[in-house]
């Protein structure tokens, strides 16, 4: 079945440092993949998100792309700011039968320290 | 729009109780997805309805849970017998079809159960 794997937390960045959370999938066909953010005391909501191998996703200065060859969709942002403190969570949707239903990943906790 | 409203935003009980939980999707959206989220497992999918029909309810758990939608605007999660590992944070979730499959989540029932 989908399955989502990200990269183990929690990290622990400096304002202004270079993130990466690793993500990758497993699944049947050609999925959508996104991210979503989960800040303290609030629900999940969308970050970016990609339709087809080889889109970007970008918003908020994260980007990802979405990388068929090596089944991955890695979060990136160049300067972390503490706003951006919160857990992330790597998801796929991979239609069909399963039309609307996400396989989300088991999230990373960001902690940006000034 | 208000978002996605659930009801209440902390429910605590005592074991043996029954506990109903409620969510308001956003108008218009054909999608309701229920989950639950502890730091043992993660963000686990409940069930999922599609025009108020339960489509996917394989994440139940067990035959104390169940949930209803009556209607396009109104649904319930209801656990009867709870138990204390039941007590999790609770989303709903609301999407629709022509949306690219951006789920919109409530801000969470924290359930507690003595």
């Known amino acids: 079945g989908d399955s989502v794997t990200q990269m183990e937390g929690p990290v622990t960045l400096s304002e202004e440092a270079f993130l990466t959370i690793n993500c990758t999938y497993t699944?049947?066909?050609?999925?959508?993949l996104f991210w979503y953010v989960q800040y303290p005391g609030e629900g999940l909501q969308l970050l970016l998100k990609?339709?087809?191998?080889?889109d970007k996703g970008s918003n908020k200065g994260f980007e990802a792309t979405y990388r068929k060859e090596t089944t991955s969709f890695h979060l990136e942002k160049g300067s972390v700011q503490v706003s951006d403190s919160a857990v992330y969570f790597c998801?796929?949707?991979?239609?069909?039968?399963?039309?609307?239903?996400?396989?989300f990943g088991q999230g990373t906790i960001l902690t940006v320290h000034p | 729009d208000a978002g996605v409203i659930q009801s209440p935003r902390h429910e605590v009980t005592e074991m043996g109780q029954e506990v109903t939980l409620r969510c308001k999707p956003i108008?218009?959206?054909?999608?309701l997805f229920w989950y639950r989220q502890t730091m043992m497992r993660g963000l686990e999918l409940l069930i999922y309805?599609?025009?108020?029909?339960?489509?996917?309810d394989s994440g139940m758990p067990e035959d104390r849970f169940s949930a209803k939608m009556p209607n396009a605007s109104f649904s319930t999660l209801k656990i009867q017998p709870s138990e204390p590992r039941d007590s999790a944070v609770y989303f709903c979730?609301?999407?629709?079809?022509?949306?690219?499959?951006?789920?919109?989540f409530g801000p969470g029932t924290r359930l507690t159960v003595l």
């Open positions: 979730a609301s999407s629709y079809r022509q949306g690219l499959n951006e789920q919109f």
């Open positions: 699944a049947t066909g050609y999925p959508s």
């Open positions: 990609a339709t087809k191998a080889d």
């Open positions: 998801a796929l949707e991979s239609g069909g039968t399963s039309y609307g239903k996400l396989t």
């Open positions: 108008s218009g959206h054909d999608y």
């Open positions: 309805f599609n025009n108020n029909v339960p489509i996917d």
